[in-house]
């Protein structure tokens, strides 16, 4: 049971750290509209990049977990978030921003695709439903985040500073990499059973 709360406690961080990202430029965008002098249309262009992204990286970033495991593949999706969502803090206008949020939005459907496998596979039957709804849970919590922090450092530091200080959630990955297994399930549908058997 104790392995199950730290699998879920660690999944449902990057969930919300994944759900912090998207809101972060949803409490900004005023600020990043003056400062860049985006129009309405480019605007939109910037808020569509990460929808955009999240539909490249659900299904990519789902089939290398199918082909190379769950645990690279949420490695990569957390790497994907965390390294270009405080990039975005060096944009200069809507194009070079779109594309960091929608290569931050891929990672991030990747790790929801992701984790809520990996947490499925592992959690007892009689509980995984409760589980996954947890996980998913934690959207809420990262959301808030976001919008905290928008109110917080934006007003006397600009909406740079707010994308800068995100790079803090960087410290998930070695959590993820010491924390998080490889899936038992896909582990034996390769033929390594004996990491398997560890």
């Given at each position: 049971?104790?392995?199950?709360?730290?699998?879920l406690?660690?999944?449902?961080?990057?969930?919300?750290?994944?759900?912090?990202?998207?809101?972060?430029?949803?409490?900004?965008?005023?600020?990043?509209?003056q400062?860049?002098?985006?129009?309405?249309?480019e605007?939109?262009?910037?808020?569509?990049?990460?929808?955009?992204?999240?539909?490249?990286?659900?299904?990519?970033?789902?089939?290398?977990?199918?082909?190379?495991?769950?645990?690279?593949?949420?490695?990569?999706?957390?790497a994907?978030?965390g390294?270009?969502?405080?990039?975005?803090?060096?944009?200069?206008?809507?194009?070079?921003?779109?594309?960091?949020?929608?290569?931050?939005?891929?990672?991030?459907?990747?790790?929801?695709?992701?984790?809520?496998?990996?947490?499925?596979?592992?959690?007892?039957?009689?509980?995984?439903?409760?589980?996954?709804?947890?996980?998913?849970?934690?959207?809420?919590?990262?959301?808030?985040?976001?919008?905290?922090?928008?109110?917080?450092?934006?007003?006397?530091?600009?909406?740079?500073?707010?994308?800068?200080?995100?790079?803090?959630?960087?410290?998930?990955?070695?959590?993820?990499?010491?924390?998080?297994?490889?899936?038992?399930?896909?582990?034996?549908a390769?033929?390594?059973?004996?990491?398997?058997?560890?």
């Amino acid at each position: 049971m104790r392995f199950q709360t730290l699998l879920l406690t660690t999944l449902m961080v990057g969930w919300g750290v994944g759900a912090m990202y998207a809101g972060l430029v949803s409490g900004t965008l005023p600020l990043i509209q003056q400062e860049l002098g985006l129009s309405p249309e480019e605007a939109g262009r910037v808020l569509s990049g990460w929808l955009l992204g999240m539909l490249l990286g659900a299904s990519g970033l789902g089939y290398l977990a199918d082909r190379l495991g769950r645990k690279l593949s949420l490695l990569a999706s957390a790497a994907l978030m965390g390294v270009f969502t405080p990039l975005s803090a060096a944009a200069r206008g809507w194009l070079d921003l779109s594309l960091y949020r929608v290569l931050a939005g891929a990672g991030n459907a990747g790790y929801m695709v992701t984790a809520s496998v990996l947490l499925a596979e592992y959690a007892p039957a009689r509980v995984r439903g409760r589980q996954v709804a947890l996980l998913e849970s934690a959207w809420a919590f990262g959301w808030l985040a976001a919008l905290l922090l928008s109110r917080l450092i934006a007003p006397s530091y600009g909406w740079r500073a707010v994308f800068a200080l995100s790079g803090a959630a960087l410290a998930l990955l070695p959590v993820l990499l010491v924390s998080v297994p490889e899936s038992l399930r896909f582990l034996v549908a390769k033929g390594r059973l004996e990491e398997a058997e560890k």
